[in-house]
C-alpha cells in the first residue's frame, strides 16, 4: 500500500531522525516561485517569521530570569509586588490551601486570569513559530478557523480542573499517573473497536497499578486530538522524488503523492468531529457500565488469553473480584459510583496552533480561559522555545499543561519553562515528561530534579520511556521492550536515590495484538516486526507488552508504599 512503501523508503531517515530528533534544519528565506512549486508547500517556517496578525496589542511573555536574578528578586517581593505587572494565577488546583490566608471574596469562583492586554486566544500569532503547516490558500484557513470558533467544545472547563486536582495528587506521591495511546491518530484506522481496545487496555494496565501498587491512577489517554506530529524535515524522497512530509492527517495525507501532501485545512473540521465521536464513546464506556469494576475480569483481549501476560492478569482479576465481594459485604453496593463508572480524560500534543486556538473558550463560571480540544495538552521537545508562540499559547489557559523534555534540557532551561508557564507554582498545573533513554536518565535527570527542588517549584515528573529509545531494527523503525522497561526502572531509581516522587508514565501503545517493538513477554523477534507493523508513525508496545509494564510499575509503586 502507499503508507507502507513510504514506511519503507522513510525508515532511514527516520533512524537519522530520532538521533537529534528536536534540531530543525536551517531554512532559508523563499522567493515567490519557490512558494508556488508543489515540493514547497509545507516549508517549516523561519525561526523569526511571525504568523498572522492580531488587533490586540503586542503581549509579552513571562521568561524566567537568571536563577540568582530571581532568588533576589524573591527577597524583595513584597517592596516589589505592587510596581510589577506578573500574571495572575491561572487557576487554583486545591481552595482549601488557600482558605486560611485569603479572605472568602478572593476565593469566589477562581482567581481571575491575566487582562487581555497581557495575552489572549491569537496573541501567539505575534510570536516565532515552529511546525506550523504553510497552507497555500490563506482565505480558507480563515474560513475553517471562524467555522471551528463556533462548534462546540471537546471537553469542558470543569473537567479540567478536577484533572488538575488529580495531578496535584500525583506531584505529592497521593496517585499515579497513567497516560497512553497511539503516537498518531488517523482517519484510516478510526472505529469503534479501536477505540474500545485502546481504552479497555488501560483500564487494564491502571487496575494493575492500583491493586498492585495500592495507589490511586489517573487515567489520560493520548487520544481525541493526538493527530499532528513534528518532523525533523519539511519534505522526504521517495523513490528519488521529493515530497511534502507527512505531518498527521489532520494536516496532510500520507499517500505518496504532491496532492495528497498539499496542507489542507479542512482536515480539521473532519478531525474535530472525529474527536468528537471518540468522546462521545469514552464517556460513554467511563459512566455506562463498562468501565464497572465488576467486569475487570471481562476487560481481559482474547489474542491474551493464553499469553503469560493474559494469566497474570486474570488471577489478579480473580484477587479483585474477591475484594469486591469483600467491599460488598462491607455495605458498598455495586451501583455506588465508584464501583460503577470511572474517570477518564484525553490529552494531546498542542502542536497545530490554528486547530488549539479555534477551540480556545472562555469559561462562563469563571472568566478564565481552556483550550476545550482536550483536558490536557503538552508542549514538544521541539517547540518549548520561550519566545516562541507555543509556549505563548499555553501560557494562558487554564488546562493542566506538560512539556516534554530531553537530556539536552540544562536546569536554567527547565527552570525557566516552569516559570513561564506555572508563574504562580500551582500544583497540578505542570507535569515535566523526561525522554532520554536510560543510561542518559540516570546521568541527567538527577541535576534536574534537584534544580526544580532547590528552586521550590512544584511539578509533576512523568516517564516517557518511548522516544528516547527509537532505532531502526531489520529495515523497520522500532523500539526494544528492554531499553523501555530500563528507563522506567532508572527513573524510579532516580527519584528514590534523590527523594523526590515518581508521579507517572507516558506511553505510546495499543491495545492490538501488533509487532512494533520488539522484545518483551510476546516474544516479537526482528524477523518478526513485518508480519503487523501496522503504526502510522512511531512503533506502540502492544497489549502483552503495555501489560507486561504495567505490572514491573506496580512492583516499583508497592516498594515504594513499602519503603515509606
Known sequence: SARERERETRDERDEGETKDEDEEPPLKPRTNEERTAPHMLFKTLNPTTKVGAVTNKTTSTTVAKPRQVRQSQNQSKSKSKSK????????VANREDLAASLPEEKLKGLIPLSTNEEW?????RNKPV????????????????????????????GECRNLSEKLAKCSRGEAFWLQGGDCAESFEEFSANHIRDTYRMLLQMSVVMMFGGGIPVVKVGRMAGQFAKPRSAPTETIDGKEYPSYRGDIINGPEVSLEARVPNPNRLVKAYHQCSATLNLIRGFSTGGYARLSRVDQWNLDFMEKSDE????????????DAITFMEACGVGPQSSIMSQTEFYVSHEALLLEYESALTREDSTTGLWYDCSAHLVWVGERTRQLDHAHVEFLRGVGNPLAIKISDKADPE????????????????????IVRMGAEKLRERLPLLLRAVNDAGYKVTWVCDPMHGNTEVINGFKSRRYEKIRAE????FDVHEQEGTIPGGIHLEMTGKDVTECTGGGSSVEPQNLGSRYETFCDPRLNAEQSLELAFYIAQRLRQRRQNS
Not at 493474559?310 to 473480584?321: I, N, S
Open 130 to 157: 515552529l511546525q506550523q503547516p504553510d497552507y497555500p490558500c490563506e482565505e480558507d484557513v480563515a474560513k475553517v478557523h471562524k467555522q471551528m470558533c463556533d462548534l462546540p467544545p471537546l471537553v469542558f472547563a
Open 488 to 491: 522506567v526502572e532508572a527513573f
Open 120 to 124: 489572549n486566544k491569537d496573541s501567539w
Open 310 to 321: 493474559g494469566k497474570l492478569y486474570m488471577d489478579l482479576a480473580a484477587r479483585v473480584d
Open 413 to 432: 532551561e527547565l527552570l525557566g519553562a516552569i516559570e513561564a508557564l506555572n508563574p504562580e507554582n500551582n500544583p497540578g498545573r505542570l507535569a515535566v
Open 84 to 91: 510589577s505587572k506578573r500574571l495572575r494565577p491561572l487557576y
